[in-house]
């Protein structure tokens, strides 16, 4: 598993993590920054970059042009989530409280009850809304 890091012209530092060992630890570890954590948990991707998840495709370019307009000094959590993984009930996606996902995509500010599900990730406006709102 490789975490990968990446600023934008904003300050937003852009994480990429593919296991969960990773991402806890990652987002454990930005917790004490006092910085927001907005976390996109989507379906991984094969050697063409394409995702096995057709909503998470849908998705993407949206929450990438959002995150425009992100806080500066923010950080962003992409994880990455193989198709046989997530199919498995007892995912620990799944059961954690903290994430607690239901469907791919899921955009969240981490410790915070503000995320979309599913096809709110397409939404342009409930996207860069989530980006926006401090609280």
């Known amino acids: 598993m490789r975490a990968s890091l990446v600023r ?18 990652l987002a454990e570890s930005l917790e004490s920054s006092g910085e927001p954590v907005h976390i996109l948990f ?35 959590i992409t994880v990455e989530i193989e198709r046989p993984f997530w199919k498995d009930l007892n995912c620990p996606y799944r059961k954690d409280p903290r994430t607690h996902l239901v469907f791919l995509p899921t955009l969240l500010r981490w410790r915070s009850p503000q995320r979309l599900d599913g096809s709110q990730c397409a939404n342009t406006e409930l996207v860069e809304m989530l980006f926006e709102d401090e609280d």
């Open 8 to 25: 934008f012209a904003k300050m937003v530092v852009k994480h990429k993590v593919t296991g969960y060992e990773e991402f806890t630890k």
């Open 42 to 76: 989507t379906g991984s991707k094969d050697e063409n970059g394409d995702s096995w998840c057709p909503y998470c495709v849908k998705a993407a370019p949206v929450v990438t042009k959002a995150l425009e307009s992100a806080p500066e000094k923010s950080h962003f």
